[in-house]
């Protein structure tokens, strides 16, 4: 079974704060996601990463930067931790388009993160 | 804009009752997928569908696929309880140089006896 860890469950950081989530997949998937989850708005990708070392900005990468120095790792950093970051991040993970039929995404437990 | 559009996006049901689900979305795709989110959980893959005609069925939902008409859906029969949760239909489209998905906003689901 793919397994895709996420390194907390709950987080509180304060307000200017530099935070760091981890995700670790065991699959050897090429595509690693972070994914922010709010009520009314669906999930909503912040950044993604096809490659060790390459990233692509999703739909909402203000305020964040990722990091991948390794297949099996994928990190999420909010530079400044505001009040507004407070949401549901969710990772995800999945097999390179150009080598499967099937991309479907597998996901992480989520990391609930409260700024106050 | 690339959109994906669920409806409704809050079902209340009765035990017993059949139902759909739709998915419609924007742009050219033949791979979509469904999942489930229990409250306060992750997602959970329940069916993928990767081509135009593509039906998958597990216990009382069936998931089908038409890419003509960009629309996908989830039939439930017979709900039961334990089928309260939000689906989601996620849509793979090509992004810069790779394929990612994009979802609908979810569809949450109340089955009540």
């Known amino acids: 079974d793919v397994k895709v860890t996420q390194s907390s469950r709950y987080l509180v950081k304060r307000t200017g704060e530099k935070v760091f989530l981890e995700c670790v997949q065991d699959m050897d998937h090429e595509n690693m996601f972070w994914y922010r989850q709010d009520p009314g708005l669906g999930l909503r990708l912040i950044y993604f990463s096809y490659d060790v070392k390459m990233k692509e900005k999703g739909d909402i990468p203000e305020g964040y930067s990722v990091s991948r120095e390794k297949k099996e790792r994928f990190s999420l950093i909010l530079e400044s931790a505001s009040t507004n970051q407070t949401s549901m991040y969710l990772c995800a993970s999945s097999l390179f388009v150009n080598q499967a039929r099937n991309t479907e995404a597998f996901f992480g437990q989520g990391t609930r993160l409260t700024v106050v | 804009e690339l959109k994906v559009e669920q409806n409704p996006l809050f079902l209340s049901m009765q035990e017993g009752k059949n139902y759909t689900i739709y998915c419609n979305y924007s742009t050219t795709s033949d791979r979509l997928y469904w999942y489930r989110q229990d409250p306060g959980k992750s997602l959970e893959s329940l069916f993928v569908?990767?081509?135009?005609?593509a039906v998958k069925q597990e216990g009382r939902l069936m998931a089908s696929l038409d890419t003509k008409a960009r629309l996908s859906t989830l039939h439930i029969t017979a709900a039961v309880h334990d089928l309260s949760a939000t689906y989601f239909c996620a849509v793979d489209v090509h992004r810069g140089s790779q394929g990612n998905l994009i979802f609908g906003k979810g569809t949450k689901l109340s089955v009540k006896p």
């Open positions: 569908l990767l081509s135009n005609g």
